[in-house]
Each structure stands twice: as structure tokens, then as C-alpha cells.
């Protein structure tokens, strides 16, 4: 079945930085766009950057320039390496997916990392 299991997060200083990552299984990972998504209490979940299976890559505004989305198919694995991070960056993260499983495409997502920061 398909399992996305992420790792990384916690608490940064303002300014400092975290990678957070996203294994992935059950579905060809490199033929699937992966994404990264944040949501903070009361909000709705906003989508913060994707990386095609060819590696193109798109960033919200608001993290353009300091946050990186990759991705490593040989370990089936994304990456959002976040740098420069502002306390307005504290939420829980989720990766996200939404792989052709036979004709049909189905919605996937990580269990949710928590990214605080604060001084």
C-alpha cells in the first residue's frame, strides 16, 4: 500500500534552518509530482512547493528564495530543505502525493512534521 513517512522538523531559531524529508512506497515514485504542504491552526492547508517527476519545481511566494524542494528517486525520497526560516514559517508540514494507482489517482499524505519557530 502506499506510504508516505516523513522525518526531520522541531524547533529553529529565527534565521535558522531545517531539512525535512518524505520517504515514499507503494507507487512508482519517479513518474509522480510530490509536493510539500503547511498548515497552521485555523487555516486552511496551503501548498508550499512541488517538484515534478522530471524535477521542475514551484514555491509559494512566500518561501521563494529560501526554501528547496528535491527529490532523490534512487531512495524514493523528497526533500524540503528550509533556510532563512521566519517565525510566520511555524506550522505542521505535509507531504503530499496523488499517484496513479492502476486508472485512477488517489490522494496521499504524510503523517505531518511540526516546524517551530521562535526564539
Known amino acids: 500500500q502506499v506510504q508516505l513517512v516523513q522525518s526531520g522538523g522541531g524547533l529553529v531559531q529565527p534565521g535558522g534552518s531545517l531539512r525535512l524529508s518524505c520517504a515514499a512506497s507503494?507507487?512508482?515514485?519517479?513518474?509522480?509530482?510530490m509536493s510539500w504542504y503547511r498548515q497552521t491552526p485555523g487555516k486552511e492547508r496551503e501548498l508550499v512547493a512541488v517538484?515534478?517527476?522530471?524535477?521542475?519545481?514551484n514555491y509559494v511566494d512566500s518561501v521563494k528564495g529560501r526554501f528547496i524542494i528535491s527529490r532523490d528517486n534512487s531512495k524514493n525520497t523528497v526533500y524540503l530543505q528550509m533556510n532563512s526560516l521566519k517565525p510566520e514559517d511555524t506550522a505542521v508540514y505535509y507531504c503530499?502525493?496523488?499517484?496513479?494507482?492502476?486508472?485512477?489517482?488517489?490522494?496521499?499524505w504524510g503523517q505531518g512534521t511540526q516546524v517551530t519557530v521562535s526564539s
Open positions: 503530499h502525493a496523488v499517484p496513479l494507482i492502476g486508472l485512477l489517482r488517489y490522494d496521499y
Open positions: 507503494g507507487f512508482t515514485f519517479s513518474s509522480n509530482a
Open positions: 517538484i515534478t517527476g522530471g524535477g521542475s519545481t
